[in-house]
């Protein structure tokens, strides 16, 4: 049976790319490896796919039995159902390390960069596979998507240099033009409801003991989601209600490089513990903060703490 | 203030020879790091380090304030105290994943290999530094002390391309001659009280929600031990009383390629749903286990899941 490769629960464009390069590396390693996903790709995904000729990986959800192989995640709550019934043979990664443990002894690769799709650059040169060049542009999306076109705290030097040695394989000249693409496909709001939007890219979180959602909107201008806010609200207070301490929705502005944050909490004192700064009845806006991974999570994580 | 590099608790040499090795690759790549350990070392590794011209290093138990990089182990158990108040920026090991969790993203080298030392050599490789000619003496003694000299079921491919390159960077020219002259340090026994013995490479896991002890003395006969065991039997039952469901001590003999285990247990009934065979009085022949990581710690995790 093939080992499966799969990224985190409401796939990103990241989690999609690098399932489906890792499953290519390991097939070519000699490991026959095939890329899954545990839910419905989001626009920007289906637009980065089709563009360079992939389709959606299959959705499965359930680990038993299977050989699995985590990219971008290591959080039991962001993985498949029942996974202490599969074993998991290798994790690549590039957040903090969550509370995935294995019985076996495995392969990690995981970087403090800005994308998994980095890491797997570095994995095929380490082990001597050419990055095909189809797969070469998906990762280069991905890495796009995850620095917000470098403009992320998150992105390193090592982001910018595989993006630039991806580009030349992947034959894209203007790397910036193709980015501007991606993201207005991705802040494209019309048509959606406001619990796809909420969801479009969300991850709950274990903080000391307490459930807590952050979902994450990336627009080309703020403006552009005026007349979604009301109906986002309801929205989060409606997931919150669902057995979590908090709810948070940042509607980052990549232009202006900084977030408004939607609030839905059980104690929004959590909120000015985590950033210094009082909320203004059920929103804030946080300057500079582009960076769910760096930049909010771990504060909440601190705030929590005490 | 320096990165520490820090090994498991009772250090081993591939623990101690890590954590020197990986303080030199990251000071030389720009990042200023030295090598403690969480205690004494033992005879094994003192031999190692006086034949490549290193001291042991300096004994740190406590992670409050510090920088951290792990080596050769990821459990909590195995750790530093107060780890949650240091912060670990890189993981470099050979094992299962373990329970460590960080708050933020880290670099991570994890293979499944038989010595964190072959993942190292492969590090020095990646990021174009040169091993140095007294660490590659060191890491190959940590390859050949926890792959038995290649006997171990744990030991790759990897491990023996690894011990080629290392010992030619070494000048050893004769790498089973000095596996011989360090597996007879370590085998030595007389002098040593039980306590020392059964604490020479031990380690407690967490199985279930219950607290074991597994031990390993690995010796080129095991009629070395026969003066031994009923003072070894005696110690694991104390250090049992100590808190823990069981302690087991595995006598591994290197040339017959088994081991002995010693038995002290409140339900000696896992002994049997581990490895199919019911114990004979307090101990038990486990044939061709010599592998603690891959032969029998994954084995009692699983009995002690029912």
Redesign the interface.
């Known amino acids: 049976m093939a080992i499966v490769v799969v990224g985190h629960k409401n796939p990103d464009t990241d989690t999609i790319a690098s399932a489906i390069a890792v499953a290519d590396l390991w097939t070519k390693r000699g490991m026959e490896a095939k890329p899954i996903a545990q839910g419905e790709i989001a626009p920007e995904s289906a637009f980065v796919l089709e563009k360079f000729g992939f389709s959606a990986p299959e959705v499965v959800t359930d680990a038993t039995d299977k050989q699995i192989i985590l990219v971008d995640h290591t959080d039991l709550s962001q993985s498949m159902d029942n996974l202490e019934k599969g074993e998991?043979?290798a994790?690549v990664d590039?957040?903090?390390?969550?509370?995935?443990?294995?019985?076996?002894?495995?392969?990690?690769?995981?970087?403090?960069?800005g994308c998994t799709g980095t890491v797997i650059k570095a994995m095929y040169d380490?082990y001597g596979v050419e990055v095909p060049k189809n797969i070469a542009g998906i990762l280069l999306c991905a890495i796009l998507s995850d620095t917000v076109m470098f403009k992320s705290v998150?992105c390193t030097d090592a982001d910018k240099k595989a993006v630039d040695e991806l580009a030349k394989i992947a034959g894209v000249a203007d790397v910036m033009a193709l980015g501007m693409e991606m993201f207005k496909v991705k802040s494209a709001v019309d048509g959606a409801s406001a619990n796809e939007l909420v969801f479009r890219d969300y991850k709950d979180f274990d903080m000391s003991g307490n459930k807590v959602g952050i979902g994450q909107l990336e627009v080309v201008d703020l403006s552009m989601l005026d007349s979604h806010k009301e109906g986002l609200q309801a929205e989060i207070e409606k997931v919150k209600a669902d057995g979590r301490h908090s709810v948070f929705l940042l509607l980052t502005d990549i232009m202006k490089e900084g977030s408004e944050m939607l609030i839905a909490s059980d104690d929004v004192s959590v909120v000015e513990k985590a950033f210094g700064k009082a909320p203004e009845g059920k929103s804030i806006w946080l300057e500079g903060v582009m960076s769910r991974?760096?930049q909010v999570a771990?504060n909440f994580?601190?705030a929590f703490e005490g």
Chains 1, 2 share one sequence.
């Open positions: 998991i043979v994790v590039h957040h903090k390390l969550g509370d995935v443990t294995t019985p076996n002894p495995l392969e990690m690769w995981v970087w403090p960069v380490f998150t991974k760096k771990p994580i601190k």
